[in-house]
């Protein structure tokens, strides 16, 4: 849908522009008939019988290709906040889906601040300021420098120290919170 309105470029007999969305339609289709786990959500590995959630398919409350009520859109949110939160925080995914490291994962503070970005888009607002507060809680006192992952007991920062990735993703969920309610 993105690339048929350029390719357009204000013309509806762009032959391109059609080409473009034919293809949007093939990708939609498919998503609605083979990436969908039993509860109308995406699947984490797409097609795959896997039903496991992943934090980064939060992404589909703001980048489509659905609105943001839609039950597919509602479905994968709420499976992903089921299968990975820890209390305000977010694992990236669920400890069965092996990721060739050792030992438990910690929760993810990306994934934590999608979610607020996610909850925001909703309209869910108590649950995006208890996530947000949760994270900013872990930057301390000062100028605030986020880890990748925390310790899901004590909030210890763990992982990579500064995260680039974090610090986007807390600009974006602070952005999507200034839209709504406090």
């Keep these: ?37 039993p509860d109308r959500g995406l699947r984490m590995d797409g097609a795959s019988e896997s039903d496991e959630a992943d934090a980064a398919l939060l ?67 108590e649950d995006a300021h208890e996530t947000m507060e949760a994270v900013v809680g872990l930057g301390g006192e000062g100028p605030v420098l986020f880890p990748e992952t925390a310790d899901p007991v004590s909030g210890e920062p763990l992982g990579n120290f500064p995260s680039t990735a974090v610090a986007l993703a807390l600009m974006d969920a602070a952005e999507a919170l200034g839209t709504g309610p406090r």
């Design 1 to 37: 849908d993105h690339l048929a309105a350029p390719a357009g470029g204000g013309h509806p007999l762009d032959l391109q522009a059609g080409v473009w969305q034919q293809e949007a339609r093939r990708c939609l289709d498919w998503l609605e008939t083979s990436a969908l786990a």
């Design 59 to 125: 992404s589909v409350a703001w980048q489509g290709p659905w609105r943001v009520g839609h039950p597919v859109v509602t479905a994968t949110v709420d499976r992903v906040m089921e299968r990975l939160a820890s209390g305000p925080l977010l694992y990236r995914y669920s400890d069965r889906v092996a990721d060739g490291r050792s030992g438990p994962d910690n929760p993810d503070i990306e994934s934590s601040l999608l979610a607020v970005k996610a909850r925001a888009r909703q309209g869910r607002w």
